[in-house]
């Protein structure tokens, strides 16, 4: 299968015009002209009713994106996600929340990863740095890992486990292809991000950083926060003991707050 560029950073997006050109501006920033001719940025549009439609038109005009995709309604986060393979032309998709940053480093330390370990892994997980909108640190590390190749399935279950529900941490080989996970748990559940990372790891290894490559950052999520409860206590352990029950995992395995999901 032809790829044309090694790394694509597809931005699904709604209604945040402000944070996305934050976004935009600071790719711009942290790349090199060498390292912007080896990746594609993509924004796909869940039918924003504020700017960013006529916003996009100016990104496109002035180079700071390659395609901009809109929908003519909103289909929902998980289908807009979901959309990251069959929009995009790179050998390795990097989904960028439209209200997170990358690192100042990320793209050419992502770029280096496929480079090195491309044709072996499946997955990248970036790894993340969390923050309030105002840049207040949260946490400057979410997840205590290892840097390296993750090939037990037990592991990548337990670490990063549920922090795969944020799909800025997320770099995914680009196949194509839809997977067993997301076809059962993916749609209209809030939870595509870790379906697409389990098919991903399905498929082969995964590649963990040790270091955030990228800043989630908190801001309003009303529009589907009160759905947080149902997916820490029953969504989240379902997609989990359905993967596990697919490769023959004990729940002994694995880590309580995984399983179980959070209280």
Not at 9 to 18: A, G, H, L, Q, S
Not at 78 to 95: A, K, L, M
């Amino acid at each position: 299968m032809y790829m044309q560029f090694p790394l694509s950073i597809y931005i699904p997006t709604f209604n945040r015009v402000e944070t996305l050109l934050q976004l935009l501006n600071s790719i711009k920033e942290i790349c090199t002209d060498q390292v912007r001719s080896s990746i594609e940025v993509v924004v796909s549009d869940n039918a924003s009713t504020d700017l960013t439609q006529q916003m996009m038109k100016v990104a496109l005009d002035n180079k700071f994106i390659d395609k901009y995709i809109r929908y003519s309604s909103n289909r929902g986060a998980d289908e807009n996600i979901s959309n990251c393979f069959y929009s995009t032309n790179g050998n390795f998709v990097w989904i960028l929340c439209d209200d997170d940053l990358p690192n100042k480093n990320s793209i050419e330390n992502i770029l280096s990863i496929i480079e090195s370990k491309g044709d072996e892994i499946s997955l990248i997980y970036t790894n993340r740095s969390i923050e309030f909108m105002n840049g207040d640190i949260i946490s400057n590390r979410y997840t205590n890992c290892s840097e390296g190749v993750v090939n037990d399935v037990a592991s990548f279950l337990n670490i990063p486990g549920h922090d795969l529900l944020t799909a800025s941490t997320l770099v995914l080989k680009n196949n194509k292809l839809l997977g067993e996970c997301f076809k059962r748990f993916g749609r209209n559940r809030f939870v595509s991000p870790l379906t697409l990372a389990l098919d991903s790891f399905t498929n082969g290894p995964a590649y963990l950083f040790s270091e955030p490559q990228v800043r989630y950052r908190e801001g309003d999520k009303s529009g589907w926060i009160g759905e947080w409860p149902q997916i820490w206590k029953k969504t989240v352990p379902e997609v989990f003991e359905y993967y596990a029950g697919m490769h023959d995992i004990s729940f002994e395995d694995l880590d309580p707050k995984i399983y179980r999901g959070v209280s």
